[in-house]
């Protein structure tokens, strides 16, 4: 019998860049894709005017970070909410460092069950830090922490003269 050679045509599209061998080229279009994504973080991402004023960590470090944090503006001052269930108020930290707030905390839990046919032992663990740069308009000296129910506030009052007064403006039709 013959030997029966067959030859698929190859495209001029089809070669492998640079030396690689085909097998690569899936990953190599990856790691562009990668360091193109990569690349944005280094141009930053504008303020919004909606957003808090406090400046937070930069949200790459902050998706996994814990615990969630709710920041409310009132007319007199900022209240930070940070849920920490299951925490005791000894075990948090509340400082203001020059003109950043930090909170941080560590939780240990350890629970042992001996019955007659078995043993549970269980250990669980996590510490937490997240920190926050102070709006101008807080007045660093009469900041307050209060925990209940699993809920530290802190409260931020807002300097004398950051206040406005406010006033109603009648609308006339013209």
């Known amino acids: 019998?013959?030997?029966?050679?067959?030859?698929?045509?190859?495209?001029?599209?089809?070669?492998?860049?640079?030396?690689?061998?085909d097998i690569w080229a899936p990953l190599e279009n990856l790691r562009r894709e990668v360091d193109r994504v990569f690349?944005?973080?280094?141009?930053?991402?504008?303020?919004l005017p909606s957003r808090s004023p406090f400046q937070t960590e930069p949200f790459w470090r902050r998706a996994t970070t814990?615990?969630?944090?709710?920041i409310?503006?009132?007319?007199?001052?900022?209240?930070?909410?940070?849920?920490?269930?299951?925490?005791?108020?000894?075990d948090i930290e509340v400082k203001v460092v020059n003109d950043?707030?930090?909170?941080?905390?560590?939780k240990k839990e350890e629970k042992e069950e001996?019955?007659?046919?078995?043993?549970?032992?269980?250990?669980?663990?996590?510490?937490?830090?997240?920190?926050?740069r102070l709006p101008d308009d807080v007045d660093g000296d009469k900041i307050a922490a209060?925990?209940?129910?699993g809920v530290l506030t802190v409260v931020l009052p807002k300097r004398a003269e950051a206040i406005h007064a406010e006033r109603k403006i009648a609308v006339k039709a013209d």
């Open 114 to 132: 001996n019955k007659k046919d078995y043993h549970l032992s269980e250990r669980r663990y996590g510490a937490f830090q997240r920190t926050f």
């Open 72 to 90: 409310v503006e009132h007319a007199t001052e900022f209240q930070v909410a940070v849920e920490l269930p299951g925490m005791a108020e000894q």
């Open 100 to 106: 950043t707030l930090a909170i941080k905390g560590e």
């Open 146 to 149: 209060s925990f209940k129910s």
């Open 1 to 21: 019998m013959a030997d029966l050679q067959v030859k698929n045509p190859e495209k001029p599209d089809d070669k492998p860049k640079a030396g690689l061998p």
């Open 39 to 47: 690349e944005d973080f280094g141009h930053g991402f504008p303020r």
């Open 66 to 70: 814990w615990p969630s944090v709710d």
